[in-house]
């Protein structure tokens, strides 16, 4: 008989839906919408049908595998843990713990994965991890010294807008839930401004779109707050009641001009000259800062610039008036934060750790010394498509004594593990999630018994620290013991600071605790001065920038003279979440293979056609895929999508430097400039 059972989407997702799984004799048979999320009413995207067949594929990894003279066979978790407990042992007593390094990124998203964290600090004694984050951090952390936190409004507050511009997110593919208070807000009147070097399928209800050149947002975003000042197109009350160092900063934006910005950006000057004009007489306006943009290494002083233009017109803390970057008002348990944003490298509390960065692993891992590194264990994450400068990172791989990769799938990075363990999927262990755009907490819940020999993380530390030679009672204090009533009982414990229980969790998702829907609409910013800081002394000391808003151009992408004449993007894309996904039948149905974008004008001169293959390729490396020759590419500017394996046919990160952004430790992909050439003709 089909049972139904309430769950959330936990991949790293802005929209984070909440589903109705159903359940037939321990199979994931159906995925169904729960309208009782007010941010997700539609339920789930082609991924989220997808789970289906995620959930009971034939490629899972179902059993330990260790690699030997090159293939992997099946071994029994004795083996397997045996050989891992030997290997911790050994490293450590040799060569410290820290020859060990932890690498866990944003595969699955729960309260759970603090204890992988708790063995390697506690129970291991501190092997070597990663600061840092791929994802998001230049912009949170430009918003963090700008409004001193990161919350919006609510995700339906958006049909109070009468200006809304995407700037840099393309949610019709990456949180297509938006589009549904957008459409809503348009079809009232509102007007839509994309600002992106691509046409994407978000800006096609779009009254304005404007194609900056990679990288150069903050030039443009300068321009048309000096036009603000100059025209009094600003709310000088809010400026004088809430914000700090507007005196420096109009003083500061007086010398750019239209021209100027123009020059920069490759924006026709009547295009700026409307965008400022919105901005300053469409109201009231918001602005939703993608995470794209904020990947270069100007990333923070480009979003901080931007968030300006949301200041001075005082469009903050009210209806359809907020700076939409990221609302992490569902994390209320601290712990959820620390696999997705920056933290400093430097922890206070006195243990000796060592971390390198997870922007320039490969680097890093190669020439850490002292003590070298002998050994990763890898989970939730695939470094070896995600992390820039692939061919760096697999030098760094095989320089290694010992590899351990848990995974659900053959993976590039688990291809190159010596052991990989069998990863547990969204179905098989209950957990707690958030969200960074929907205001829920929600329930993941268990629905059926691991396949095959697969056991949760949680399982697979505990039975490794009794490897390691701790009592039960010891590591009771550290770890969660097996068994699911043990994972309920600490849930429970969770839950009980706000009153809640899993049973309340069970029955449908549930706003945050202490949730403002309108996101400072007390007028409270928790910055230093108390106010919004548009001249922001932190930027100097934690970041060494300068502490007004400028625009620097971008490393290596306006390096002239130069071989690589094109600008390369690896955006995300509606089909897959970064390197998942699209190894399903159905999701190859609708993306079966990798291409590379690229505008008509560019593809002419190198006699490429739609369907060609063709080579991309810089001075750090090459790949080869289809052209896809479309309007939908700035001219100058190619685009590949990020995610696919080398095993798929192309992965990107071959072409990518290992660069932190100006803030918040993230990661440059997008600097980045490449040549393109026919291979073959389709023809
Ligand atoms: N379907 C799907 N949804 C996802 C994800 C996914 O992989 N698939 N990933 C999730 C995660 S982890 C993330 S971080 C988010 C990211 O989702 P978004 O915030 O939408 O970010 P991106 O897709 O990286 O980039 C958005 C847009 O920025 C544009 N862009 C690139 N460079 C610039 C620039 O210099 N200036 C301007 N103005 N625009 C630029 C790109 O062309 C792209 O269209 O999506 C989340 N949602
Ligand atoms: N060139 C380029 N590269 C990029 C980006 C870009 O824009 N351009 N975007 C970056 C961004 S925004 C992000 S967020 C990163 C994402 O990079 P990663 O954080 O590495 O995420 P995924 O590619 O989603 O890979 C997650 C892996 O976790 C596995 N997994 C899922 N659930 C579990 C589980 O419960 N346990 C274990 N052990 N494994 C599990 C999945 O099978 C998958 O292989 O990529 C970054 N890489
Ligand atoms: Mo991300």
Redesign the pocket.
């Known amino acids: 008989m089909v049972k139904e059972f309430i769950t959330a989407c936990p991949r ?1 997702c802005y929209s984070t839906c909440s589903l109705v799984v159903q359940v037939d004799n321990n199979k994931v048979v159906g995925i169904k919408p729960l309208p009782l999320n007010q941010a997700t009413p539609f339920g789930g995207c082609l991924k989220g049908q997808s789970y289906v067949e995620r959930a009971n594929s034939s490629d899972r990894i179902l059993y330990p595998l260790r690699k030997t003279k090159g293939s992997f066979k099946r071994i029994s978790w004795n083996e397997a843990l045996d050989e891992i407990a030997n290997r911790l042992v050994t490293y450590r007593n040799r060569f410290g713990q820290q020859s060990v390094l932890f690498y866990a ?4 998203a729960g309260l759970l994965n603090d204890f992988s964290v708790k063995f390697w600090r506690h129970i291991y004694g501190g092997a070597t991890t990663v600061y840092g984050n ?2 998001w951090p230049a912009g949170l952390e430009a918003t963090r010294l700008t409004l001193g936190a990161n919350k919006h409004n609510v995700p339906w507050d958006l049909e109070n807008a009468g200006l809304i511009i995407l700037w840099g997110k393309n949610p019709a593919e990456s949180n297509i839930h938006e589009m549904v208070p957008l459409n809503a807000a348009i079809d009232k009147g509102a007007k839509l401004v994309v600002i992106d070097p691509r046409r994407t399928a978000s800006s096609q209800r779009a009254h304005l779109l404007i194609q900056p050149l990679p990288s150069t947002d903050a030039a443009l975003a300068l321009a048309v707050a000096s036009i603000l000042i100059k025209n009094q197109w600003i709310d000088k009350q809010f400026i004088d009641s809430y914000v700090l160092g507007f005196e420096k900063f109009a003083a500061h934006v007086a010398q750019y001009d239209f021209q100027w910005a123009s020059d920069i950006t490759g924006v026709p000057i009547e295009m700026i000259e409307k965008l400022a004009w919105y901005i300053g007489n469409v109201k009231p306006m918001t602005l939703i800062p993608g ?2 943009m904020q ?1 270069y290494t100007n990333g923070g002083q480009t979003v901080r610039t931007i968030l300006t233009l949301s200041v001075i017109t005082g469009n903050i803390g009210k209806p359809g008036a907020c700076w939409h970057y990221a609302n992490l008002q569902s994390y209320v348990f601290d712990d959820v934060l620390e696999p997705l944003c920056y933290y400093p490298p430097e922890m206070p509390d006195g243990v000796i750790r060592r971390s390198i960065s997870t922007a320039r692993l490969g680097e890093d891992m190669l020439t850490t010394s002292n003590p070298e590194l002998k050994m990763i264990w890898v ?5 070896l ?2 992390n820039p400068n692939t061919d760096t990172v697999l030098q760094a791989f095989r320089k290694l004594d010992f590899r351990v990769v ?4 053959m ?1 590039d990075t688990a291809l190159e593990a010596d052991v990989v363990l069998p ?2 999927n969204m179905f098989e262990q209950s957990d707690i999630i958030g969200s960074y755009w929907n205001p829920y907490i929600q329930l993941k819940q268990k629905v059926v018994e691991p396949a095959g020999e697969v056991k949760p ?1 949680t399982e697979i530390y505990w039975l490794l620290a009794k490897r390691l030679g701790f009592d039960e009672q010891t590591l009771s204090l550290f770890l969660l013991p097996p068994g699911d009533e043990h994972v309920d009982k600490y849930l429970d414990s969770r839950l009980a600071i706000f009153n809640l229980t899993l049973n309340d969790l069970k029955k449908g998702p549930i706003l945050a605790p202490g949730l403002e829907e309108i996101a400072f609409s007390d007028f409270k910013f928790p910055t230093p001065s108390g106010k919004i800081e548009l001249y922001s002394e932190q930027v100097k000391t934690l970041w060494n920038e300068d502490p007004l808003p400028v625009y620097k151009p971008a490393e290596e992408l306006f390096q002239n003279p130069t071989p690589f004449p094109l600008f390369l993007m ?3 894309t509606k089909n897959r ?4 996904f699209n190894n399903l039948k159905i999701i190859k149905l609708f993306s079966p293979k990798p291409e590379v974008h690229i505008n008509p004008v560019d593809a002419a001169p190198r006699n490429i056609s739609d369907g060609d293959m063709v080579e991309v390729f810089n001075n750090r490396g090459s790949i080869k895929l289809a052209a896809k020759v479309t309007y939908e590419v700035r001219r100058g500017c190619v685009v590949v999508h ?2 696919w394996w080398l095993t798929q046919g192309a992965q ?2 071959f072409l ?1 430097e290992g660069r932190e952004t100006d803030m918040g430790h993230g990661s440059a ?1 997008h600097n980045n400039r490449v040549a393109v050439k026919l291979v073959e003709s389709s023809k």
């Open positions: 790293n990124a944003s595969g699955m791929l994802c995470y794209g990947r989970e939730r994450g695939n470094p498509t995600q848990v995974e659900q799938f993976t990863a547990k993380e690896s955006p995300n979440i970064h390197s998942q990020n995610g990107i990160n990518s992909f």
